[in-house]
């Protein structure tokens, strides 16, 4: 069964240094697509970064990019010149999909606080 | 509006009463979805629907009902409701398998 595993449950950043945040997945398909949601407190779920496994290339979006290492069946997020407003919730998620079949995971989600 | 929107945003239940939670999109996208979030565990997924008249389920479907008539709609209906159903639940929409979801405000549901 695939899994997402978010292993820090919070974490911490101080406004304009740079914070990594994991995610490990487990899964036996060759092709699939890995997700950050980001949650603020308004509770709104607003996609930050999409990656398809068949892809080599790393994702980028402007100040947010992810280390996909797909051997290692890791996909962090790395965050950099933090903004306050980047406080929330974020969350990994894992998609795959054949015909009659659709699976969409997501992890338990990192609580990321931005320090002033 | 243009999007995806739930309604109510709020609602008080009690024990063994049925409640629908309402979801709309504007985009004609195919798929839609309806997730539960709790503590602990993220999002999971409910129900899923490809098209207009199909369906199926996710990981938790037990305790809950999906139609959906009309591309635009996918209503979720727990037909007897119980406290373990008390979370926040979202709905949302994609272009395709895969790709971008886009979510609704949520709702959330407490069951007396």
């Known amino acids: 069964a695939q899994t997402v595993t978010q292993s820090q449950p919070e974490m911490s950043v101080q406004e304009a240094e740079t914070v990594t945040l994991s995610c490990t997945y487990d899964t036996s398909e060759s092709d699939y697509y890995l997700f950050w949601y980001k949650q603020p407190p308004s509770r709104q779920m607003i996609l930050v970064i999409r990656?398809?496994?068949?892809?080599?290339q790393n994702a980028t979006e402007n100040r947010f990019s992810v280390n996909f290492q797909k051997a290692a069946k890791s996909f962090s997020l790395k965050i950099s010149d933090s903004q306050l407003g980047d406080a929330a919730m974020y969350f990994c998620?894992?998609?795959?999909?054949?015909?009659?079949?659709?699976?969409?995971?997501f992890g338990t989600g990192t609580r990321l606080k931005v320090l002033a | 509006d243009a999007g995806i929107t739930q309604s109510p945003r709020y609602k008080i239940t009690e024990t063994g009463r049925q409640v629908t939670l309402m979801c709309h999109q504007t985009w004609s996208h195919s798929y839609m979805f309806w997730y539960r979030q709790d503590l602990g565990h993220g999002l999971r997924l409910i129900y899923y629907s490809a098209a207009a008249d199909i369906t199926d389920k996710g990981e938790v479907p037990d305790g809950y009902v999906v139609s959906r008539s009309k591309t635009e709609n996918f209503p979720l209906t727990l037909e007897s409701a119980t406290r373990s159903q008390t979370s926040v639940y979202f709905c949302a929409s994609s272009e395709s398998m895969g790709i971008t979801q886009y979510f609704g405000p949520g709702t959330r549901l407490t069951v007396l």
């Open positions: 998620a894992y998609s795959w999909g054949t015909s009659g079949t659709y699976k969409y995971i």
């Open positions: 990656q398809e496994a068949y892809k080599q």
